[in-house]
């Protein structure tokens, strides 16, 4: 197999965020590189969707340094969609293209959502409007994908499929997927390295040996990357 040094698509070095006289980040350094997929664990409260926020650029009052290269995009745990505004119209918002639409209705096609575009917000299941959010982050075409426990109010079957629909995408565009869930079994299936956020810095870092059963792993997927 080729090996090649990937290029890094984010670079933080000593990140720190207080809120008041709580540290939450505390000299946080982390490296991305292009086409990883990364999840993120850590208990609730110790500042993965701050350090999310960060690497989105939401958070202007960081200390340290952040080098993100290229467009970000990001997918939250509840989907966010504007409700007075159609799915297509949702998945379309912020892009300038002159060919917005069309490229938000191909994005729909890619989440299998193509049936939905006409709707609204409201009418959708949770599975519906976490694959539009989906939808809405991929047509940005991130080299950084921001996931912030984006299938943790979806029942298990929905979340099954969403998981299978995010490694599609993720083998076809090849994204950096920094991915926050508190869901080992999750991580573990899903990701090539497992970060966990402890004491405001990535404490514990797991690579995922070779010979573990994945989804990813599945032929389909295989064949996507191929
Ligand atoms: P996680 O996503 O890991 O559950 P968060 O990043 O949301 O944790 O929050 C980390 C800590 O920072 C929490 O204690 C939270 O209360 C605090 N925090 C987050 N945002 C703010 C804010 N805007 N103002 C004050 N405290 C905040
Ligand atoms: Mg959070």
Redesign the pocket.
Known sequence: MEERLPRRVAAVRGLT?R??D?T?LDELDLDVHAGEFIALL????????????ALAGLDRDVEGGLEVTGTVAVAFQEPRLVPWKRVEANVALGLAAPDAAARARRALEEVELTGRAGAWPLTLSGGEAQRASLARALVREPELLLL??PFSALDALTRITVHRLVLRLWAAHRPAVLL?THDVDEALVLADRVLV?DGGRIAHEAAISAGRPRHRDHPELVALRA
Request: proline share 0%; hydrophobic share 30%; no cysteine.
């Open positions: 965020r809120f008041g709580r939450v850590g208990r609730s409260g110790s500042g993965k969707s701050t350090l999310l926020r912030d426990e926050v956020l």
